[in-house]
């Protein structure tokens, strides 16, 4: 027996393409060994983008 399948969450929507692009390649489904490498690549793109906020 399977469990039934739920739609996946859309990631947020923040208007800037890089954090959006980082957002959504965050995939926490997989292997938790890749977690902590798809959080650190985001994290990596949203403290650049604070550090240089494109106006």
């Known amino acids: 027996m399977t469990e039934p399948q739920t739609p996946a969450a859309e990631p947020p929507v923040t208007g800037v393409a890089e954090i ?4 959504a390649a965050v995939r926490l489904d997989g292997p938790v060994s890749e977690h902590h490498q798809q959080l650190s690549a985001a994290v990596e793109v949203l403290q650049r983008a604070l550090r240089s906020p494109q106006q």
Not at 20 to 23: E, S
């Open 20 to 23: 959006d692009d980082a957002l």
